[in-house]
T-cell receptor, first 118, second 114 residues
Framework: GAGVSQSPSNKVTEKGKDVELRCDPISGHTALYWYRQSLGQGLEFLIY????????KSGLPSDRFSAERTGGSVSTLTIQRTQQEDSAVYLCASSLGSPYRYPSREQYFGPGTRLTVT | GQNIDQPTEMTATEGAIVQINCTYQTSGFNGLFWYQQHAGEAPTFLSY????GLEEKGRFSSFLSRSKGYSYLLLKELQMKDSASYLCAVREVWNNNAGNMLTFGGGTRLMVKP
């Protein structure tokens, strides 16, 4: 079946502009995560959605970052007034069921969106 | 919060065995994952350990010692295609966190040479 998809695959934007990144999780996966990966670095957790519950926003680096998940499926990560330090690959992942109930279930990652802020 | 440490880079020879270590500090351990990430691609799941001991999957094995806060990923019969980054990730339970988040280490970049 289809995996996690993300769009666009690449985005170049000017400093100060807003950007929207999209994630389509695997159908039926209730958990959705956003991560950021800077060049040569590990994954930095940004935000987590589980079903209809309030999202865990504890990883968002500033109030310029926000995310929504509509209808429990597609998610959009928005970065306002982009800065050069926002340049990174933004990865989305989904997993089946709540990781609280099913901690062994792995996350499936999308191919990422490479964001470059000039 | 937690600290996860793994070597930044390792080099090994095709056909050999390599062990990638990961140490962590956490107050509410609830599992450790290893992911493989080829350059420019998404991470893919390799293994999961929650109890002490060795889990074997073909050429890959993963070991966990909870008392030592230590895991390793063992790759046998190395192939050129194993050149990738290997990410250690720890799941921690804390308070009422229903999310039960994964925290990733910085990754170990493995280069396999002929």
């Amino acid at each position: 079946g289809a995996g996690v998809s993300q769009s666009p695959s690449n985005k170049v934007t000017e400093k100060g502009k807003d950007v929207e990144l999209r994630c389509d999780p695997i159908s039926g996966h209730t958990a959705l995560y956003w991560y950021r990966q800077s060049l040569g670095q590990g994954l930095e957790f940004l935000i987590y959605f589980q079903g209809n519950s309030a999202p865990d926003k504890s990883g968002l680096p500033s109030d310029r970052f926000s995310a929504e998940r509509t209808g429990g499926s597609v998610s959009t990560l928005t970065i306002q007034r982009t800065q050069q330090e926002d340049s990174a690959v933004y990865l989305c992942a989904s997993s089946l069921g709540s990781p609280y109930r099913y901690p062994s279930r792995e996350q499936y990652f999308g191919p990422g969106t490479r964001l470059t802020v000039t | 919060g937690q600290n996860i440490d793994q070597p930044t880079e390792m080099t090994a020879t095709e056909g050999a065995i390599v062990q990638i270590n990961c140490t962590y500090q956490t107050s509410g351990f609830n599992g450790l994952f290893w992911y493989q990430q080829h350059a420019g691609e998404a991470p893919t799941f390799l293994s999961y350990n929650v109890l002490d001991g060795l889990e074997e999957k073909g050429r890959f094995s993963s070991f966990l010692s909870r008392s030592k806060g230590y895991s390793y990923l063992l790759l046998k019969e190395l192939q050129m295609k194993d050149s990738a980054s290997y990410l250690c990730a720890v799941r921690e339970v804390w308070n009422n966190n229903a999310g039960n988040m994964l925290t990733f280490g910085g990754g170990t970049r493995l280069m396999v040479k002929p």
